[in-house]
């Protein structure tokens, strides 16, 4: 499997960020929605360099219990 960060652009030309599986499908980081990259149109795409999910997603906070 290949993974990429990636931003692209919706089908109402809102930019979004996600995760692009096997150039095939995009995993919106907004919405979680899964679209076809055929759909989306690769000119809509643009591949990211990795930044951290770690510390955007966990933060500084900690799980209580």
Known sequence: MIANQVKFKDFDHDTYGGIMI????????????????????????KILPWVSLDIEILGDEEIEG
């Open 22 to 45: 096997d150039n095939e499908y995009i995993i919106c980081g907004c919405c979680g929605g899964v679209f076809e990259v055929e759909e989306i149109g690769k000119e809509n795409i």
